[in-house]
């Protein structure tokens, strides 16, 4: 199935540090795995070619994508007077925020903690392979094993008839993996908890999620951002520090507390990155 699409790169959102479970099989294509599917993407352009029927795009990716909400119209709505992130939306104007899975983001960003990209995304994948909790399946639901094969992330049930707790010591996380099994213990024990999360406005799910042991303010904005899509969410970290310092003499900028503020984070952050 082809869609024409502006303001949408694959490999910008790749490197955006949002996503990091995506497979570059080929020069502007992607596997990729959402809510138990996969999907290959690949672009030309503002050309893309997704393996999926109509349906399934209508259904799952393109709410994934976030290809609903007008991207133009934000970058158009910066400050003219703000050369910086104007400069960056233009150079990382194909990032769009991704509606990814909230128990995905929240295990995600628990391991990312103190830990860089490629680390980040060999522990998610040490606990995905570990549990084999559910395949991710293509269109049609091919549940032969192949090297694209992609697994689902584990629930408390599923480490424990694989291992149990002492199994998550073994995957090199460190730490993290005390935080992953109280977390896993309490969404098993507090199923309501994570409906609640997604009624929630922004600064009311900062303060759900803070309450729980390896989860501070940083990992939360991104939970924040990339679990529940509250646009409004701006994590901060050594990156966006070195932006206030270099780009705004020491001061935050008002865009960082706009209604899209995680999107200009996004833009900004890519951009200073590549610098």
């Known amino acids: 199935m082809i869609q024409n699409i502006k303001n949408?790169?694959?490999?910008?959102?790749?490197?955006?540090?949002?996503?990091?479970?995506?497979?570059?099989?080929?020069?502007?294509?992607?596997?990729?795995?959402?809510?138990?599917?996969?999907?290959?993407?690949?672009?030309?352009?503002?050309?893309?070619?997704?393996?999926?029927?109509?349906?399934?795009?209508?259904?799952?990716?393109?709410?994934?994508?976030?290809?609903?909400?007008?991207?133009?119209?934000?970058?158009?709505?910066?400050?003219?007077?703000?050369?910086?992130?104007?400069?960056?939306?233009?150079?990382?104007?194909?990032?769009?925020?991704?509606?990814?899975?909230?128990?995905?983001?929240?295990?995600?960003?628990?391991?990312?903690?103190?830990?860089?990209?490629?680390?980040?995304k060999k522990g998610i994948e040490a606990v995905c392979d570990r549990y084999k909790a559910v395949i991710c399946k293509d269109e049609q639901d091919n549940l032969e094993k192949t090297e694209n094969e992609i697994y689902g992330f584990p629930h408390l049930t599923d480490i424990e008839k694989n291992g149990g707790r002492q199994s998550l010591s073994e995957l090199g996380l460190g730490y993290r993996d005390e935080y992953i099994w109280l977390m896993c213990e309490y969404e098993h024990e507090n199923k309501v908890f994570f409906d609640n999360l997604r009624k929630c406005d922004y600064e009311q799910s900062m303060k759900m999620l803070m309450e729980h042991k390896g989860i501070g303010r940083k990992v939360a904005n991104c939970i924040s951002l990339f679990g529940l899509h509250h646009l409004d969410a701006c994590p901060i970290d050594v990156w966006m520090k070195k932006i206030i310092d270099e780009e705004y003499g020491g001061i935050q900028p008002k865009w960082m507390s706009d209604r899209y503020a995680g999107i200009y984070q996004q833009y900004a952050f890519f951009y200073k990155r590549s610098k």
């Not at 294509?29 to 997704?50: M, R």
């Open 8 to 120: 949408f790169d694959l490999e910008q959102i790749a490197d955006s540090g949002q996503c990091f479970r995506w497979r570059k099989i080929d020069e502007g294509k992607y596997l990729i795995p959402a809510y138990d599917h996969i999907v290959t993407v690949a672009q030309s352009g503002e050309k893309f070619e997704f393996s999926c029927t109509e349906a399934e795009y209508q259904i799952i990716w393109k709410h994934y994508f976030d290809l609903e909400l007008d991207y133009g119209k934000i970058i158009a709505a910066i400050d003219k007077n703000d050369t910086f992130l104007k400069e960056a939306a233009e150079y990382g104007s194909g990032i769009r925020i991704l509606n990814q899975e909230l128990w995905e983001m929240i295990i995600s960003y628990i391991i990312s903690q103190n830990n860089n990209i490629p680390r980040i």
